[in-house]
């Protein structure tokens, strides 16, 4: 397979430059595969709209190549973390709505009220926000953000018409526009907890205390990817799709393609090394792994600097159509795999073959979910902790132009998932 070469290694601004190159290592990912995500979204979504979350550079995925996929198939909105985020993806060219809601006292409102970057708010933001915008003469947009049970961000419901009440003074002068009212959910990946019904209710309080006092949203939200798919009483104006749409399952035990989706991202690099080894060898640091028979040892050129997790031996590597686990510790550049007796032959043969990491899984090869349960960790934090060392290469970067491309599927998990949620 061919692979383009990238431009560069920055976050955010992983181009190509070349079709003919392979690179030594890559996360390659499929855009296609981002827009028949959101197309999922956005008919599970309806007639509520879609905010597609590409905070921590898209997931790992690349936040402004992403960005535009997920507006290209339907999403209305995007949403991030931090304002410098936002900013970045201003300075792209992005103008579509876009939200940031974790913020610090060096954040940099007055540039987020300028970009007309909306702004989440807990409590203390609020003064800050409205300085800014006296500064920028633009009144800031923002979105009122209740606590309902998850114990991070957001105003306690406690302190929520005083919060309501200063922000609507603040609208009436003219200073700013409460956009939305929003907060998070803690347990909607395990649809049986009674916890999602709580913070629903707290939620509905707290909506129903700021229509009382006069506040007329655009946007009611708080259901994130499992929600999404298992809560659609949860889906209000606008659900926030982070995980999902780069096709991963927020749910044990539900498998992506059983959701309908499409993992958007390959790990892939190439063998640097098979050599034969006699019986008993060492392999890595500590050497807690020998070989048991005469075997053939395969190098492959990526650690723990580019993401790979350092507790994860055992982890999968597709070689060839063949699926090996790590032996041996994990080490800064490379890892190693046992491929077993081969003779000199294949063991040449082997040399500069394409080893996968993760992948969609279509053919039975790893998946991010695999390496998940081997680290003990969880789908989000395997994609995004592939470092920027690991250049990424964009495949399907122009929309398909296929009619049944843009038909989303209809699968029995999610319709699973979400009766589940209402037993």
């Known amino acids: 397979m061919t692979y383009e070469a990238a431009a560069d290694i920055g976050i955010g601004s992983k181009t190509s430059i070349a079709k003919s190159a392979v690179l030594e290592r890559s996360a390659v990912i499929d855009l296609e595969a981002v827009r028949h995500n959101v197309r999922q979204f956005v008919a599970i979504a309806s007639p509520a709209s879609v905010m597609a979350v590409v905070k921590a550079d898209a997931y790992g995925h690349g936040v402004v190549q992403v960005a535009r996929a997920a507006l290209d198939a339907g999403?209305?909105?995007?949403?991030?973390?931090?304002?410098?985020?936002?900013?970045?993806?201003?300075?792209?060219?992005?103008?579509?709505?876009?939200?940031?809601?974790?913020?610090?006292?060096?954040?940099?409102f007055q540039a987020a009220v300028a970009a007309g970057i909306d702004v989440g708010i807990s409590g203390w933001e609020l003064d800050a926000v409205v300085a800014a915008a006296r500064e920028q003469e633009?009144?800031?947009?923002?979105?009122?953000?209740?606590?309902?049970?998850?114990?991070?961000?957001?105003?306690?419901?406690?302190?929520?018409?005083?919060?309501?009440?200063?922000?609507?003074?603040?609208?009436?002068?003219?200073?700013?526009?409460?956009?939305?009212?929003?907060?998070?959910?803690?347990?909607?990946?395990?649809?049986?907890?009674?916890?999602?019904?709580?913070?629903?209710?707290?939620?509905?309080?707290?909506?129903?205390?700021?229509?009382?006092?006069?506040?007329?949203?655009?946007?009611?939200h708080i259901a994130n990817t499992p929600a999404a798919l298992s809560r659609p009483d949860s889906h209000f104006d606008l659900i926030r799709v982070g995980l999902g749409?780069?096709?991963?399952?927020?749910?044990?035990?539900?498998?992506?393609?059983?959701?309908?989706?499409?993992?958007?991202?390959?790990?892939?690099?190439?063998?640097?090394?098979?050599?034969?080894?006699?019986?008993?060898?060492?392999?890595?640091?500590?050497?807690?792994?020998?070989?048991?028979?005469?075997?053939?040892?395969?190098?492959?050129?990526l650690g723990y600097a580019?993401?790979?997790?350092?507790?994860?031996?055992?982890?999968?590597?597709?070689?060839?159509?063949?699926?090996?686990?790590?032996?041996?510790?994990?080490?800064?550049?490379?890892?190693?795999?046992?491929?077993?007796?081969?003779?000199?032959e294949e063991t040449a043969g082997l040399k500069g073959s394409e080893a996968v990491m993760f992948g969609d899984g279509a053919d039975g090869g790893p998946t991010a979910d695999d390496w998940a349960a081997t680290a003990g960790t969880i789908n989000y934090e395997i994609v995004t902790r592939i470092s920027p060392r690991v250049p990424r290469s964009y495949i399907n970067e122009a929309p398909a132009v296929n009619e049944a491309a843009a038909k989303p599927e209809v699968h029995q998990g999610t319709r699973a998932a979400s009766e589940s949620a209402t037993l």
């Open 75 to 108: 999403a209305a909105w995007l949403g991030v973390a931090h304002i410098s985020e936002a900013l970045a993806l201003r300075a792209a060219g992005i103008e579509a709505p876009l939200l940031a809601w974790l913020h610090t006292r060096e954040s940099n």
């Open 138 to 220: 633009r009144p800031a947009r923002v979105h009122l953000k209740v606590d309902t049970g998850l114990g991070r961000n957001g105003c306690t419901i406690a302190d929520w018409d005083q919060l309501v009440g200063q922000a609507m003074e603040y609208q009436d002068e003219g200073l700013l526009r409460v956009v939305g009212i929003f907060s998070h959910l803690a347990v909607a990946d395990e649809p049986h907890r009674p916890e999602t019904d709580q913070q629903l209710a707290v939620f509905r309080e707290a909506l129903a205390i700021a229509e009382d006092a006069g506040v007329d949203t655009e946007v009611r």
């Open 245 to 301: 749409i780069y096709g991963l399952s927020p749910f044990e035990g539900v498998t992506s393609a059983e959701l309908g989706l499409h993992a958007a991202m390959t790990v892939r690099t190439i063998l640097s090394n098979c050599k034969k080894v006699p019986e008993g060898q060492g392999v890595s640091y500590g050497l807690k792994y020998h070989t048991s028979q005469e075997s053939t040892l395969g190098l492959v050129p």
């Open 306 to 344: 580019d993401g790979v997790p350092r507790v994860a031996t055992g982890g999968p590597v597709r070689v060839n159509g063949v699926t090996y686990p790590v032996v041996g510790q994990i080490a800064m550049d490379q890892m190693v795999i046992d491929l077993g007796p081969l003779t000199p």
